[in-house]
């Protein structure tokens, strides 16, 4: 019988909570959640198509496998995916700066090492000052990029006198969700909804238009968050990290809603 009473210690138990991205990270939320006794729903909201660019993403992958580059930079979990579904081999010599966790946890998710993580900006523009003060010296710089993004990182880089490659990774496209999510969403059998990024804040605000007012929607971040207002989200709280464990824990810090009545349909 002591297992039921531990379930029902566990911060999360009896809550269905929306995780929005697939893949290995999307798997390691989905672990999380369910140690805290919640019960984690993914689907995926957004996901990559190919580039327009293969030919230049495979050697670019060749030449990073090959350790021509000091550094590469990845400014989304999205580019996580596209590295793991190409099997690429990251050399040793090779150092990894990601732009914030979610990058960073998808890359451990997936195999992947982490290098640096900016400590103060989590943007394009926080991740090449860190890294133009860590190196003085050129280095040559592998950034890869979605069809979408401003040059920001390429640019600050260039302007400091390093060689940087760039190179167009994926265009990001909207999945869309089952009906039967569209429709737990709206009815607020899902209780609570994580956004993990501005691409993803989007996707929410487009899938589901009509989120219950009980429902938690939990950003990852500041900067995340004023994505999701941007997009006509209203946030209900804010990781005070922008870690996976942050997130779930500031979803648990509320009471779960309308308990007694999760199951009268």
Do not use: C
Not at 129 to 156: D, N, Q, S, Y
Not at 207 to 228: H, L, M, N, W, Y
């Amino acid at each position: 019988m002591n297992t039921a009473i531990d379930h029902h210690d566990k911060p999360l138990s009896g809550w269905r909570v929306l995780v929005p991205r697939g893949g290995p990270w999307g798997d390691s939320v989905a672990a999380s959640l369910r140690e805290q006794g919640a019960v984690p729903v993914v689907a995926p909201l957004i996901n990559f198509a190919a580039t327009t660019e293969p030919a230049a993403l495979e050697d670019a992958l060749e030449r990073l496998a090959a350790g021509e580059f000091d550094w590469l930079t990845v400014t989304s979990a999205t580019t996580v995916d596209v590295l793991y579904a190409s099997r690429a081999r990251i050399a040793p010599s090779t150092r990894v700066a990601a732009v914030g966790e979610t990058t960073a946890a998808a890359l451990q998710a997936a195999g992947y090492k982490v290098d640096l993580v900016p400590a103060r900006d989590n943007s394009a523009a926080g991740m090449a000052e860190e890294l133009i003060a860590m190196e003085p010296e050129k280095r040559h710089i592998l950034t890869l990029r979605a069809e979408a993004a401003k040059p920001v990182l390429t640019k600050a880089l260039l302007a400091a006198g390093h060689d940087v490659h760039q190179v167009v990774a994926y265009r990001t496209v909207g999945v869309p969700v089952t009906e039967r999510i569209a429709r737990d969403v709206a009815s607020g059998r899902i209780n609570a909804v994580l956004i993990t990024s501005g691409s993803v804040a989007e996707q929410v605000s487009l899938q589901f238009p009509s989120i219950p007012d009980e429902t938690i929607v939990a950003a990852i971040g500041p900067r995340t968050a004023k994505d999701a207002r941007r997009a006509g989200l209203d946030v209900d709280i804010i990781a005070d990290k922008q870690t996976v464990d942050a997130l779930i824990a500031a979803v648990s810090s509320f009471p779960l809603p309308h308990a007694a009545d999760e199951f009268a349909r």
